[in-house]
Antibody, heavy 117, light 113 residues
Framework: EVQLVESGGGLVQPGGSLRLSCAAS????????MNWVRQDPGKGLVWVSR????????VYADSVKGRFTISRDNAKSTLFLQMNSLRAEDTAVYYC??????????WGQGTMVTVSS | DIVVTQSPDSLAVSLGERATINCKSS????????????IAWYQQKPGQAPKLLIF???TRESGVPDRFSGSGSGTDFTLTISSLQAEDVAVYYC?????????FGGGTKVQIK
């Protein structure tokens, strides 16, 4: 069964850092582009970042550029999102999503990040 | 950036009736090299992650019932549920997958009348 399982969310103070992980199983992780997408509570979906299959290229939304870093460990089938200088507006459920080209074919269940003092 | 706008924000349809959701992109998402329109549709039920229904504007993802169909070209697209079932109650999002930044519409909530 194809599965993505996120972890690492929690409560953090403004200006703090958090590292999210997404463990993949049931497919050849190294063959797929991977993404992070977030959803503010009760609101819509916002794409955050993408990393290509061989880790060679990364792309970010302007709202997180310079603060967030996407990476992957193909040997461990794991995707990461290092989030620094967190702001209240980063509060959201963060989903990892397997790319279907630039669409999102498989999603994890999400992990909640709350930025608050 | 390509802005994606959905309408309506919500709609209520009787069981077995047709539901239609519109999506408009601020610029064409037709890729001339392969003549494909880069619009995807997702379904999100309460408490769940989104699920891909359609990509390239009209290609159904594997396992998606054929009552879901997508159409359109250029900047104007439509998701149609031909005969609404109770399990189709959800929020539906369109997304342009033409290129980053990848952007979503604001969502359309579909309910039973």
């Amino acid at each position: 069964e194809v599965q993505l399982v996120e972890s690492g969310g929690g409560l953090v103070q403004p200006g703090g850092s958090l590292r999210l992980s997404c463990a993949a199983s049931g497919f050849t992780f190294s063959e797929y582009w991977m993404n992070w997408v977030r959803q503010d509570p009760g609101k819509g979906l916002v794409w955050v970042s993408r990393i290509e299959s061989d880790e060679s290229r990364t792309v970010y939304a302007d709202s997180v550029k310079g603060r967030f870093t996407i990476s992957r460990d193909n040997a461990k089938s794991t995707l990461f999102l290092q989030m620094n200088s967190l702001r209240a507006e980063d509060t959201a459920v963060y989903y990892c999503a397997r790319g279907r080209g630039n669409a999102f074919g498989v999603w994890g269940q999400g992990t909640m990040v709350t930025v608050s003092s | 950036d390509i802005v994606v706008t959905q309408s309506p924000d919500s709609l209520a349809v009787s069981l077995g009736e047709r539901a239609t959701i519109n999506c408009k992109s601020s610029q064409s998402v037709l890729y001339s090299a392969n003549n494909k329109n880069y619009i995807a549709w997702y379904q999100q039920k309460p408490g769940q992650a989104p699920k891909l229904l359609i990509f390239w504007a009209s290609t159904r993802e594997s396992g998606v019932p054929d009552r879901f169909s997508g159409s359109g070209s250029g900047t104007d697209f439509t998701l149609t549920i031909s005969s609404l079932q109770a399990e189709d109650v959800a929020v539906y999002y369109c997304q342009q997958h033409y290129g980053p930044p990848l952007t979503f519409g604001g969502g359309t909530k579909v309910q039973i009348k």
